[in-house]
């Protein structure tokens, strides 16, 4: 979609194949310009640069710019720039389930893929081949995804929280096995798919869980009544970073929409970010509308690569806070 609207992308991305610039990090991945932020103050110098390289037309992470030094991950958080990249809306163009958009951008995203991904070669068998993978991929999302909210549901007291690394990677092995040593998984209900893609998903998901599946008319439409029922859901990302700039003092900067905070310790930094975010993200999911006791959740990312000493190098530490109610409550205090 972003194609359609920047046709530059497609340049940009044929220029990489053609150079032979090929990495596993998806340089062919853009980032592009949303809106202006309310105070520019707050930003660093390099991310300053950063937004003055947007207004002019998007950025293509392959062409000719330090990427790794980029600090784009305040300005995405923050609705600033947004990140486009491949999707399973891409593949379902190049399958032909699909054909709204740009299909050629989603080829040239798709040849980009076979040359990184080993086991791949830029051949139309292995496009058809990439294209199935993909799709097996959102399918056994969809299971996994399914079985662990149906533990949560009928197990409350085994699974108070959400199930563990070994149980979810018993369900991701059942899907290979119809019954992982001798644990499978089945539904006793009937799967109803809602949303413009669910046809082509969900029955091979009811197919692998052994129960009836119905696509009803207008599934495409159906959503509208989900946004209004579904539980509601807060999630805040907070960017922590070394400090590249001299106009703040200070190790680490933890970025936040009204300005910096900074911290002679990254542990320091990360946990006024847990603190933060989880405020955050109550107070989003209060102005939403959520109810009663609220379910909380943290996880904390370190964006690390390696040089060719094979010393680590940090880009940051993204901390994430989702907050949630349930729908129950909700209806019982109106």
Known sequence: MAAVRYPSIKEDIRKLL???KIRLRPLYEALYFVKEPTDVSVYSDEELKVLEMLREGPIVFGSDIDYLLMPTERLESEGIAMR????????????????SYDRE??????????RAIADYTECDEDLSRLTDDIYEL??????????????????????????????MDLIHESWDHDGFCGIGFTADFT???IGAPTH???PKVAQKLGCPCVIPDNAEVANALGAV??????????????????????????YLPDGVKCFAKESEAVEEAKKIAMKMAEEDAR??????????????HSNQLYDKAGNVKSLGTQITASCSDSTDQRLASL
């Open 200 to 202: 082509l998903f969900l």
């Open 191 to 193: 799967l109803v798919g």
């Open 105 to 114: 951008a989603s080829l040239l995203g798709a040849r980009y893929m076979l």
């Open 287 to 300: 102005r939403m509308g959520a109810r009663g006791e609220l379910r909380f959740s943290v996880t904390v």
């Open 229 to 254: 029922l579904s539980n509601i859901t807060s999630e805040v990302t907070l960017s922590v970073s070394a400090n590249t700039s001299y106009n703040i003092q200070g190790n680490y900067v933890l």
């Open 138 to 167: 959102v399918e056994r999302k969809v299971y996994d995804n399914l079985l662990r909210i149906m533990l949560n549901r009928d197990y409350p007291g085994v699974f108070k929280e959400e199930p563990g690394q070994q149980i």
């Open 84 to 99: 486009c990249g491949m999707t399973p809306t891409d593949f379902m163009h190049l399958k032909g389930d699909f054909c």
């Open 18 to 20: 053609d150079d032979g």
